[in-house]
């Protein structure tokens, strides 16, 4: 046997472990519709798509038992061949299912990551070509979570779920306190940092006491940039969710640090926030929020959903609300971080493929089809005219304060830069390491470790731009 020979048959046995172990991997504790020998070789078979989705209890019976059997009931000549993955593997299985035959033509571009490397390096499909030949109607979703994934006039896929940052209140612990409620409107200009650190200290108890304390705060840091965006800050470049690419990024302005050093100050200073072993330690009671112990947290959007199991719908739980996060600076208009999850469809697809999938991701798309995703997972809807719905699920709050709550983060948000930048995860080493240990730090100063910061996230991102021929 040559050498070219030899390859060519490892070549093709490590194809077949891979699709073996694929099968393997998501046929244990998942499902791999139509998992091994593609019944593509039998001229009767039915058109395939391969659709590539994370492992989700409620998201997957939602697609096994609603989605696949509407479409083969409209569409039975087109199979839908039904990945589930983990996770933490869609990144690397959706490297490898191509050598394995078995190329995903649609998913979700965030699930594993990737959206930023995939449409740099022109892996992804321009839907607008299609969507005007179509007249697809594009209005019925959410502006800005359909405006973050235009570029040029190309359009990257078609959003699912969204949803913004907000500050989730333990109303509970308000009432105890005899506090008002912080207020629901993104105008108000009497929610400032100030106010929302005045109330901090006021729901504060016992700082010192493990076994009875009780935080007034607690915020998530929203990637790089969410601290300095409350602020009126934003990190990146204007062009570099755009190009997925940034040559600096600016950190060492007065602004930026001060943001950052009154992050810090909220646990060593005010003492309103708990430090990380404290954290650590409402965690192993469930989560920071729902183990009661702490009045508001800031954090992303999936909140809404995560903290419905509290609702005192029979015994035992509390009444929680959301409001905006507070003005950090006049000038902070978007001060908030945007979470968009959308459906994109692979270069590989083309021809009929690509129509097929194109057809699909307009059935996924659809009212009905996202009105029942909505109601199995809960999620936040990308669509305006499902969201009187969502918001009908929330026990504590009136319909239409969780609605002004909700659509008002995206007046004043950004899309999460996890989403666009290419190169996130090896960026957000870098500045987790170094966070990390300024927010553990009591004697921390932001002045000294922002400037370094910023220069080793500058050399990076040069770096990555230079790898990637930008």
């Not at 061949?81 to 035959?101: K, N, Q, Y």
């Not at 602004?255 to 992050?263: G, L, S």
């Amino acid at each position: 046997m040559s050498r070219a020979e030899e390859a060519a048959c490892r070549k093709s046995r490590a194809r077949a472990i891979l699709w073996i172990a694929l099968c393997a991997l998501v046929g244990g504790g998942a499902l791999l519709m139509g998992c091994g020998a593609s019944s593509a070789t039998s001229p009767a078979a039915p058109r395939e798509i391969v659709w590539l989705v994370r492992a989700n209890s409620a998201e997957n019976r939602w697609a096994q038992e609603q989605l696949v059997p509407a479409w083969a009931r409209e569409h039975p000549e087109i199979r839908i061949r039904l990945l589930i993955v983990p996770e933490r593997d869609l990144a690397a299985a959706r490297a490898s299912l191509p050598a394995a035959g078995q190329p995903p033509q649609v998913w979700s571009a965030h699930w594993g990551g990737g959206f930023a490397e995939d449409r740099a390096r022109g892996h992804l499909v321009d839907l607008a070509p299609l969507i005007a030949r179509d007249g697809f109607d594009t209005s019925i979703f959410i502006p800005e979570a359909f405006a973050a994934y235009r570029t040029n006039g190309q359009v990257w896929g078609l959003p699912f779920t969204t949803t913004g940052s907000y500050v989730f209140y333990n109303m509970k612990l308000f009432d105890a306190a005899g506090l008002p409620y912080p207020p629901t409107d993104w105008d108000d200009r009497s929610w400032t940092w100030d106010a929302m650190l005045s109330l901090a200290r006021k729901l504060t108890r016992n700082y010192t006491d493990p076994a009875t304390v009780q935080y007034g705060w607690l915020a998530n840091r929203q990637n790089l940039e969410g601290p300095a965006l409350l602020f009126g800050r934003m990190p990146w470049p204007p062009d570099a969710y755009a190009t997925g690419f940034a040559h600096e990024v600016a950190l060492s302005d007065p602004a930026t640090i001060a943001a950052y050093q009154r992050h810090h100050d909220l646990i060593h200073v005010g003492r309103v926030q708990p430090d990380a072993s404290a954290q650590a330690a409402l965690t192993q009671m469930g989560g920071a929020f729902q183990s009661g112990r702490v009045a508001m947290v800031q954090d992303g959007g999936w909140g809404w959903r995560l903290y419905i199991p509290l609702e005192p719908r029979g015994m035992g739980g509390f009444c929680w609300g959301v409001a905006p996060a507070p003005w950090g600076s006049p000038d902070a208009q978007r001060r908030v971080v945007l979470y968009t999850d959308l459906w994109v469809i692979g270069q590989g697809a083309t021809g009929q493929a690509l129509d097929d999938a194109w057809e699909f991701v307009k059935f996924l798309a659809r009212e009905d089809n996202a009105r029942s995703f909505l109601r199995a997972t809960r999620l936040p809807p990308a669509q305006d005219k499902l969201l009187g719905e969502w918001v009908q699920q929330f026990a504590c709050m009136r319909p239409e304060q969780a609605l002004a709550v909700y659509r008002g983060a995206f007046q004043y948000g950004v899309e999460s830069s996890n989403h666009l930048l290419v190169g996130w995860e090896e960026l957000n080493r870098l500045w987790e390491e170094q966070l990390t240990a300024f927010f553990e730090d009591p004697q921390a100063r932001a002045a000294d470790v922002l400037p370094r910061l910023e220069e080793e996230l500058t050399d990076a991102l040069q770096r990555i731009a230079e790898e990637e021929g930008r």
